[in-house]
């Protein structure tokens, strides 16, 4: 499938002394759909948060459609990443985040055009007619003029991915997005985002409990503990017959439920 | 002592003069005031941690210190000052003063207001690849200033209040009007009631129209819903 449109390369992430990631190799082809799993604490919501941006590595780097994000040169050396560099690269990400963080002082449809109306001097009307577009795709057409706070949890986060879509981002990262929702609102939320993965065009990493979901939607998942990726392959292997006692472990704990 | 109706009615079209002195220094050193807080909060935000120390120093100063020794000093003592002593007009030098001064409880608003956005909102920005003045300008100030409107509206009234200081270094507003027929005329007490109705005619709806203000923005998203966005 060609160059990976991410690659992580001996990435470690401490904050304070706590070591959260211990040396993440890892390569996403373009289209690829990625599923993180393991247990609370592993470090996969850290890996994501990384390529949004959102937490510097402590050490390694990671590259993005080739270009390093965390290190740009400056007079024939490396040095850190400013917010030029970072803006540079960021827009071929787009990330939605368990608690939605949606704004709340401006309507749906606002949500959804602000970014692309100010990144671009985009035409303000054609950037409405797409949000528009992107609401009904996620079953929100009805509801383009309401506030957040009038919308339950699963249409907020379906609003939060309208808003990550508008951007047409290469990469997708969704954090827990299920998470914080109540059960039974989990299933439109999932709907959506098997529907994009079924695109295809975007690459998408997913951190998730829903191991189901998982097992329908990722070409390959990646079991993290303490640090390290102990173990991946494509979801029937490794979710049908896995090798290390860790996982074993932990998928035993999660039938139990 | 007789309370005499003719010297009252005789005061007040003069006082009324001095009154637009008084809510205009208000305004300018409002003004002043809104627009340097942000100054303090922007330099509490420096990364050096040095430099953000020392500014956060100079403002607990200003703020600790009387706003009357701060007139004076800036009136009477700046002026000495060598190399950058200026001498001020007593208007100039009130608005620095008491605009100073008030800039750093308004600092201290802001700052509140804009700890209390959700960090999901800084991130969401980032996700969108907002730069930093679009984050600023459209998602947290916007968030962060309209819950503090109050006690934004409040200084206001509190600085209002606290104009008549101007007076002691030569502002002739209000207070200053009223006592020159007093000293004139021997008849304090008319004038410094009109001068005390005036305040209370222009605070106490002012303080009305804040907790409608409050009101108002507050239906706009309702606290409780945000906190789960």
């Known amino acids: 499938m060609g160059k990976p449109i991410v690659n992580y390369s001996k990435i470690h992430k401490s904050f304070g002394d706590v070591d959260v990631l211990k040396g993440i190799n890892l390569d996403i082809k373009p289209g690829e759909k990625v599923a ?8 996969k919501t850290t890996i994501i948060r990384m390529l949004m941006t959102l937490e510097q590595p402590t050490s390694g780097t990671i590259l993005v459609n080739g270009e390093n994000l965390w290190q740009m040169e400056k007079k024939g050396q490396l040095v850190p990443s400013d917010d030029k560099h970072l803006h540079a690269i960021r827009g071929d990400i787009g990330m939605v985040f368990q608690h939605f963080n949606l704004f709340p002082h401006m309507t749906i449809v606002e949500n959804c055009m602000l970014a692309p109306a100010l990144a671009k001097k985009n035409d303000k009307k054609e950037v409405k007619i797409q949000a528009v577009e992107m609401l009904e795709k ?14 339950s949890g699963g249409q907020k986060q379906r609003v939060a991915m309208a808003r990550a879509l508008m951007m047409k981002p290469k990469v997708m990262l969704f954090d827990e997005v299920t998470s914080a929702l109540d059960p039974e609102l989990v299933g439109e939320v999932l709907e959506v985002i098997r529907d994009l993965a079924k695109e295809g065009e975007m690459a998408m990493i997913l951190v998730t409990h829903e191991m189901d979901f998982a097992l329908d939607i990722a070409d390959r998942i990646l079991f993290l503990n303490e640090g390290v990726i102990e173990e991946e392959g494509p ?20 039938n139990k439920r | 002592m007789t309370w005499d109706w003719g010297v009252f009615f005789e005061v007040i079209p003069l006082i009324f003069k001095g009154l637009w002195i008084t809510i205009g220094l208000t305004i300018a050193c409002y003004l002043f005031a809104m627009i340097f807080g942000f100054f303090w909060v922007f330099v509490a935000r420096i990364p050096s941690k040095t430099i953000s120390w020392i500014f956060r120093w100079i403002a607990e100063f200003i703020r600790s210190t009387p706003p009357l020794v701060q007139l004076f000093f800036i009136f009477y003592a700046w002026p000495m000052v060598p190399v950058v002593g200026v001498t001020l007009n007593p208007f100039v030098a009130a608005i620095l003063g008491l605009g100073l001064h008030f800039s750093t409880y308004l600092s201290e608003v802001y700052r509140s207001g804009i700890e209390s956005v959700d960090k999901g909102q800084w991130e969401a920005s980032t996700a969108l690849n907002l730069s930093t003045k679009q984050k600023w300008l459209k998602i947290i100030l916007p968030q962060a200033i309209p819950p503090t409107i109050p006690m934004l509206g409040n200084y206001l009234i509190i600085m209002f209040k606290e104009v008549p200081l101007a007076s002691t270094i030569g502002v002739v507003a209000m207070l200053h009007m009223a006592n020159d027929y007093g000293a004139q005329h021997w008849k304090y007490v008319e004038p410094l009631t009109v001068v005390a109705l005036f305040f209370l005619l222009l605070s106490y709806p002012s303080a009305l129209l804040i907790s409608k203000l409050e009101k108002k923005y507050n239906r706009r998203f309702d606290k409780k819903t945000i906190s789960t966005l």
């Open chain 1, 36 to 43: 993180l799993i393991g247990p609370s604490g592993s470090g």
């Open chain 1, 138 to 151: 996620v079953g929100l057409g009805d509801k383009i003029n309401l506030y957040p706070a009038q919308l």
């Open chain 1, 235 to 254: 979801p029937s292997e490794l979710l049908v017959n896995p090798k290390s006692e860790r996982l074993q472990d932990f998928l035993a704990r999660f």
